[in-house]
């Protein structure tokens, strides 16, 4: 403990359930005698909490007073999933509490799944994020989150008659893991207009005045590393109506409906998370929300800094900004407009301090995902941020000219404002170019940006301000929480569980492949995470499937560029196969379960006619006495955080089957390899690396690559289009009604026949079979199957979040890590 007030750590069950039972009936209020597993949960959640809250305390004393250079995440979301194992973990004695629970009659497992998952995020994106916190924590680096206190985290996905239906995610009634600190409070202004006026030492001065006031409310939320007592802190502001703006006047007259209406008004800001994955909408409260978290993040930064009493120059030697996405590109100016107006330094002065602090990750090249927000909107919510962002242009189009002065047309393609009706502010080069380093997030996503999104500022910057971190993911979660035998087998080999922080240790089990007990506890534990997910599947839809069988999982967002339209049309193929087959031929099969999990974006009306048809296949096919186990249609609904712990550990084999050249990374590919399942997929994204790592032997890879994909397009739309014969029989089955009424569906079939077959679905589909058709045969010879998968885990390494903090932090922040201070 930190010191002797602090609490110990639990060191027998009986004085894990005296604290859990005193929070059950202090805190909570709740009498033992009708103590259910919610109050179960939180009793433990605060008893674990209460060890936390010291760590974090002294850790951010301790970084506070060693006052070195810090890393700022900056992310609209972060899609974290339940808090409580998780600081089981990272506290210890969970066995203790198991212990205790079970004292009290509860099993800790269904303590743990009581809790809400905290799913402040689309997608990968969010859930990279919550990665890098807890690499960030573990590998000691001083470092905060932040990100908005949505309400609403993203909506629950319920399917009713085959159809998404959006449920609305308040998360909040009962989350122990946040702290609302009343006390650190940030004004926001929006609207309003500029002052230009000479100071007292006749210097010209911009100022911004008018418009209305939103106050920004600090809530934080502890984030343990794994291995030691470093605790982050991860800061999430709530708007609300500020003092001054709430109208008493009108509250005391007797108005209270439009007085209170003022107040809710304030707090929409923070209110929902806007559910779109990879899709721009241009709405103002969208804007609102960018601004008021990057204006109270920097407040606070700023502020930070300021304590220091280091002078201004010193700002980027200590604070490194990383830009998750363009949504926080708002940033720049504003950290700009604080130098230059508040604080009085010259724009030149200003601007190197900014370039120097900040750092921008990339997400994606699709073009409808680019963030461009309209110069008139801009200019009525935020005009001194305009004003700016037109300066910061004309300086860099007249530095461009200088060095390129024959090239008249480049200054158009790369200047930030869009010359369209009406103009548009290009957020993705307003990001580029006030960063000192952008990256991608896998190899060939950052050369992809680099010869088309970003080309000409690579030959205006040279190639040194592009780089690579090829995403990764916390083996914490997604090995050892989420798959706890196969974690449990792996340290009994390599001696510990060294690997959790060293993930490259796994390269050590290779020497185990030929192991047969070893082997043989492997095939256990992934049949027994199989039968853990075929009794969820049981539950949720009723329908039985044999974790004999080959499980085939696709889970992630729905969307076109990914392709799930090509795996059902797949699905559908073989259905019609087994139908032809003769019972001799049908022994031959191997028995399949096609799972599929993820949620459309509410407006994204293709793919919900996806969900669409992958459940109303699922009706026919699971219900046709002529396939029986040889082939069954599984959508998992509510896909999120908690659901892929379970999904992750139960594949044979998953599905990462992008166009190529449109997935940036991917990051579930990893989780699941790294959970002893195969995966097929495209070139495309990390599958590229991974392929490398583990070997092409262990991977099933199909399909054009992304070289090829301008060409084949170009030759659709000039006539060129041949759809693939077998794809042609799987059309005319959906149009002969066989899975309900074929108009559903006929947007998706003619997206392919007609419209261009943009994503090359029917270019890709026999290569796409045939690899089906190989996975049948491997999976037949089980002993070459499981020496591919565990050689797969065991060349995995690469990919831990660990590694991909470390190269941040040396490449692009410059952040050194802060050893825990010891105990006392
Ligand atoms: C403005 C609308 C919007 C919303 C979210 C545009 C773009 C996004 C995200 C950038 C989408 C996203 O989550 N991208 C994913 O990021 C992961 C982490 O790097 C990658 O692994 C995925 O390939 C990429 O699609």
Request: negative net charge.
């Amino acid at each position: 403990a930190w010191n002797k007030y602090a609490p110990k750590p639990f060191e027998s069950a009986e004085e894990f359930e005296r604290e859990t039972v005193k929070h059950i009936e202090t805190t909570l209020a709740r009498s033992l005698y009708n103590c259910d597993e919610l109050a179960a949960y939180g009793g433990t959640a605060l008893a674990f909490r209460d060890r936390l809250v010291i760590d974090w305390n002294k850790t951010q004393q301790n970084q506070t007073f060693a006052d070195q250079k810090r890393v700022y995440y900056l992310s609209l979301e972060f899609l974290m999933g339940r808090a409580l194992d998780n600081a089981m973990l990272n506290v210890g004695h969970k066995e203790t509490a198991k212990q205790g629970l079970s004292d009290l009659g509860f099993r800790v497992e269904d303590i743990i799944t009581q809790e809400h998952d905290a799913a402040l995020g689309n997608g990968g994106l969010g859930r990279l994020a919550a990665c890098f916190l807890d690499s960030l924590a573990s590998l000691n680096y001083p470092a905060w989150g932040y990100g908005l206190r949505y309400r609403y985290g993203i909506f629950k996905q319920e399917i009713i008659d085959g159809y998404q239906v959006e449920v609305p995610d308040y998360w909040l009634d009962f989350n122990p893991w946040e702290f609302a600190r009343h006390d650190i409070t940030v004004d926001i202004q929006f609207y309003g207009h500029v002052n230009k006026y000479q100071d007292d030492e006749g210097k010209m001065v911009c100022s911004w005045e008018g418009g209305e006031i939103v106050q920004a409310v600090a809530f934080d939320v502890p984030i343990p590393g794994y291995g030691t007592p470093t605790t982050n802190n991860l800061r999430l502001w709530a708007s609300k109506a500020a003092s001054g703006e709430f109208d008493f006047q009108k509250f005391n007259s007797g108005e209270y409906e439009s007085s209170v209406a003022d107040q809710q008004r304030a707090e929409t800001i923070s209110a929902v998370l806007y559910p779109n994955d990879n899709l721009e909408r241009g709405k103002e409260l969208r804007l609102k929300q960018q601004y008021f978290w990057c204006a109270a993040s920097l407040y606070d930064i700023v502020r930070r800094f300021k304590k220091s009493k280091r002078p201004w120059k010193d700002f980027p030697n200590q604070v490194a900004i990383q830009l998750n996405d363009t949504h926080p590109t708002l940033a720049i100016p504003e950290l700009q407009r604080i130098l230059i107006d508040q604080e009085g330094l010259d724009w030149d002065e200003a601007w190197s301090i900014v370039q120097k602090t900040f750092g921008y990750t990339n997400h994606t090249v699709l073009p409808e995902a680019l963030e461009k927000w309209s110069v008139p909107l801009i200019q009525h919510l935020l005009p001194r941020h305009l004003q700016i962002i037109y300066d910061i242009n004309l300086n860099f189009l007249q530095y461009v000219e200088r060095n390129n002065p024959k090239d008249r047309d480049l200054l158009g393609r790369v200047s930030i404002i869009e010359e369209s009706n009406p103009k548009m502010v290009r957020m993705a080069y307003l990001a580029v170019i006030g960063s000192h380093k952008v990256n991608g997030v896998a190899e060939l996503h950052s050369d992809l940006i680099k010869t088309t999104i970003f080309k000409d500022f690579v030959k205006i910057y040279g190639p040194d301000k592009f780089a690579n971190v090829t995403n990764g993911i916390t083996p914490r979660r997604w090995l050892h929480q989420a798959n706890p035998r196969l974690s449990e087998l792996i340290a009994s080999k390599l001696g510990g569980y060294g690997f959790l922080k060293d993930l490259t240790l796994l390269h050590k089990l290779e020497a185990y492949v030929d192991d047969k007990d070893f082997r043989k506890e492997f095939q256990e534990i992934k049949y027994a995470n199989k039968v853990r997910l075929a009794r969820h599947i049981k539950e949720v839809t009723g329908v039985s499937v044999n974790p004999s069988a080959l499980f085939d999982i696709q889970v992630k967002r729905i969307h076109e560029y990914k392709r799930q339209q090509l795996n059902i049309f797949g699905v559908i193929h073989r259905y019609l196969a087994i139908k032809k087959m003769s019972p001799e031929e049908k022994k031959k099969m191997t028995p399949r379960v096609s799972i599929f999990g993820g949620k459309a974006a509410p407006g994204y009306w293709m793919a919900k006619t996806v969900i669409h048809l992958i459940n109303e296949v699922g009706r026919v096919v699971n219900a046709d006495k002529d396939v029986g186990d040889l082939l069954k249609v599984i959508f998992v609904e509510d896909y999120n955080v908690s659901k892929a712990e379970i999904i992750c550990p139960a594949s044979d084999i998953s599905e990462h089957i992008s166009t190529a050249g449109t997935e940036a990374s991917g990051t579930s590919n990893m989780k699941f390899v790294l959970n002893g399942g195969l995966i097929i997929g495209t070139c495309d994204g990390a599958n590229i690396e991974i392929t490398r790592e583990i070997g092409e032997n262990n991977i099933f890879l199909f399909g054009n690559l992304a070289e090829d994909v301008d060409e084949l397009r170009h030759a659709h739309l000039y006539g060129n289009f041949q759809l693939d014969k077998e794809l042609e029989s799987v059309f005319d089955a959906i149009r002969s009604g066989m899975f309900g009424d074929a108009g559903q569906f006929s947007a998706l079939v003619n997206g392919i026949v007609e419209h261009g077959d943009y994503y090359l679905v029917s270019d890709d589909f026999a290569s796409y079979c045939k690899t089906h058709d190989m996975i049948d045969e491997a999976y037949k010879d089980q002993e070459e199957w499981v020496t591919k998968c565990i050689t797969a885990v065991a060349r995995m390494g690469f990919f831990s979040s660990d590694r991909c903090i470390d190269e941040y932090a040396e490449m692009i922040w410059n952040v050194e890590p802060l050893q825990p201070k010891a105990d006392g």
